[in-house]
């Protein structure tokens, strides 16, 4: 046998002689990168499809070069020595020198490749973070269940803002919500991710919030503690006309400071706190109130027809009130009509 290219006689290699061969083939390669997804939750990997645990990111680094080594057909890898020269903390320089048998030949290759750290969670993890919580957001109503309208609305603005969180946290997820008992229970992540929600609650609907927490175990020698935050929702809102103090209000404004409300006998408005509303009575919404004809108006009263009766009812005028047309606005509260104030005079 002789070689096809320099003549030598000897043993060939597809019709090479040794040293030919060797000079025209190579029989190792890897990909230029090579990309390392690691659990953001635990130390597993995801090597060639498959997810493992590795002792440290160095290894499974080392493991992900390695394993994207493609050698020749016929030949064998018999030795792989891998170094790794970190770039920063999601690139690593991979080199690699092997040995690698092919028929009686030895041959030495040196390769190299980039490993790219990417983040991704692993399905066990996945399912651990799927049911796993530290806190309950309960939300309900004083005296009422709350309505699917609410519920809806709620649940929306929770999920915005949780959504709006887990940007810059990955730790922050709901992990379940549950509608019951009139109210929903929100299954969150974090405690911290608890006490905010809850305080928006008590800023936007003026809400009162019970803490209360309980043991679940430990985790590194430190107790873990689960948290529930009770939202009560106040039973009215805004619009609502309450009985307070054996008064008829009207929910104007509802906020962490205080609720305003407007007197329906003096269109006079006042803040109260929340905390003095505990026990005020809804008796109705301003979408109830009835339309009456104006008879006659003088500076001070005005004759309505009752709606209700068809007989002519008598009316204190609130200072500084103005109808916008033949018909005003008032809402029935025992044999009266109680004006609606200017601004609820035209129907929205
Ligand atoms: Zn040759
Ligand atoms: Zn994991």
Redesign the pocket.
């Known amino acids: 046998m002789f ?6 006689e000897g043993p060939t290699y597809e019709n ?6 060797l000079e025209n083939n190579v029989f190792t390669s890897v990909p230029d990168h090579v990309d390392l997804v690691g659990c953001a939750h635990c130390d597993e990997y995801l090597i060639a499809g498959k997810w493992g645990q590795f002792r440290s990111l160095e290894d499974a680094v080392r493991c992900a070069a390695t394993t994207s080594i493609a050698t020749r057909k016929g030949a064998k890898v018999d030795e792989i020595n891998a170094e790794i020269l970190p770039q920063d903390s999601r690139n690593f320089l991979v080199t690699i020198d092997t040995k690698v048998k092919y028929q009686d030949l030895l041959v030495s290759e040196h390769l190299e490749t980039v490993v790219r750290l990417k983040g991704g969670v692993c399905p066990r993890c996945s399912k651990i973070m799927g049911s796993y919580y530290e806190s309950i957001l309960q939300v309900r109503t004083r005296d009422r269940a709350l309505s699917e309208e609410e519920t809806e609305r709620i649940l929306k603005e929770i999920e915005a803002k949780v959504d709006d969180a887990s940007k810059s946290s990955r730790d922050t997820f709901i992990s379940k919500v549950e509608e019951m008992h009139g109210g929903l229970d929100i299954y969150l992540s974090s405690n911290s991710l608890g006490k905010s929600l809850s305080r928006d609650l008590v800023e936007k609907y003026g809400a009162e919030v019970k803490e209360s927490s309980s043991l679940v175990g430990q985790k590194d020698g430190k107790e873990i503690y689960r948290v529930t935050h009770l939202v009560r929702l106040p039973s009215y809102r805004v619009g609502d006309i309450i009985l307070q103090t054996e008064r008829p209000y009207l929910i104007g404004g509802i906020g962490s400071k205080g609720t305003r409300l407007v007197d329906l006998r003096t269109h006079e408005s006042m803040n109260i706190s929340n905390a003095d509303l505990r026990s005020a009575q809804v008796i109705g919404n301003k979408d109830e109130a009835l339309e009456a004809v104006v008879l006659t108006e003088t500076e001070k009263e005005l004759e309505l027809m009752d709606p209700r009766s068809y007989k002519t009812l008598g009316v204190k005028k609130t200072q500084g009130f103005k109808r916008r047309g033949e018909v005003v606005r008032a809402f029935p509260y025992e044999g009266d009509l109680l004006l609606l104030p200017n601004w609820l005079q035209k129907k929205e």
């Not at 070689?3 to 030598?8: L, Q």
């Not at 090479?16 to 061969?21: D, N, Q, R, T």
């Open positions: 070689c096809v290219r320099c003549g030598r090479l002689c040794s040293v030919c061969f």
